[in-house]
């Protein structure tokens, strides 16, 4: 070992061989895998993962590497992957690959009843939610460079949480999704704050979500707090971590008040609370 290391680090600068460290070799659905990279004397680190092409960003807290949240996009089969990385050093592209497995995380089933005008939609209201949908999708595709945050992303309120992210859901025994943020119990009126610190991009009435607020953190990534009664900011706001954003309510598609909190990250949504558990690891 006394020899291999020095050795090893020789390899890695004098041949452009350059190796990933990845948080997991097998992640669930809905989950996010942090991929870290050296990037002295390397650019350009590209990443391919199941039709999904993403740059690395400069790492927020630590000097000469770079780094990289992949969503594991719920519907994702479930299938051992090959990722493929490059790079270039020296001007020399590199194309290398791991292996990524992805399985069934354990989500639990459940049966909900709603307002049927929220699950047969009129022509107007199914043109407003596709319209509501293709808004929101060019926010979250959008990822800047900048890293807006520098503390630990926190929950938007201090509550119980009521319902988990990946419950598989059918509605009105017709419609069959998946829950795609953590519930926080809340009464009407209850205070909701900013995970982090970010700027507002959506600060809306929407169909399904009700009174929304989204907050961008920079690099790709997104939090959402849905059902509001009342919303305190406005889209371009700036906002400090536990700002307050607006109060809870029971607007949109819901069966009574709480707090529908969710992360976007790099166009995909996935689990907020593993993804606070990578995100916050940046930070070790
Ligand atoms: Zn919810």
């Known amino acids: 070992m006394k020899y291999l290391l020095p050795l090893f680090i020789f390899a890695t600068f004098s041949f452009g061989d350059y190796t990933p460290t990845i948080s997991t070799k097998v992640t669930n659905n809905g989950h996010t895998v942090l991929v870290t990279m050296d990037n002295r004397n390397i650019e350009k680190l590209k990443l391919s993962f199941n039709g999904l092409h993403l ?23 479930f299938k051992s992957y090959t990722v493929f990385y490059s790079y270039y050093y020296k001007g020399k592209k590199h194309l290398k690959h ?10 639990r089933s459940e049966r909900l009843s709603v307002n049927p005008s929220k699950i047969k939609l009129s022509k107007e209201d199914k043109l407003r939610a596709e319209k509501e949908y293709k808004e929101a999708m060019k926010v979250y595709n959008s990822i800047s460079d900048e ?8 929950h938007p309120m201090d509550s119980k949480i009521t319902s988990p992210f990946g419950t598989k859901r059918v509605f009105n025994k017709l419609v069959k999704r998946y829950h795609t943020g953590i519930d926080f119990r809340a009464k009407s009126g209850t205070p909701i704050i900013s995970s982090n610190d970010g700027v507002v991009r959506i600060a809306k009435d929407r169909f399904y979500a009700g009174g929304s607020v989204v907050v961008d953190h920079g690099q790709g990534i997104y939090t959402c707090y849905y059902h509001m009664s009342k919303i305190d900011v406005k889209v371009g706001d700036k906002v400090a971590q536990g700002d307050l954003l607006g109060l809870s309510g029971a607007t ?13 990250v790099n166009g995909k949504i ?10 916050n690891s940046l930070n070790d």
């Open 270 to 279: 996935v689990s907020p609370k593993q993804f606070l558990k990578i995100v």
């Open 147 to 154: 890293v807006l945050w520098e503390k630990d992303f926190i």
């Open 252 to 264: 949109g598609r819901v069966t009574g008040p709480h707090l529908h909190f969710s992360v976007y």
């Open 98 to 107: 791991f292996n990524l497995k992805v399985k069934e995380g354990k989500y």
């Open 55 to 77: 740059f690395f960003l400069e790492h927020p807290f630590k000097k000469n590497l770079s780094y990289l949240l992949l969503p594991i996009e719920y519907y994702t089969p």
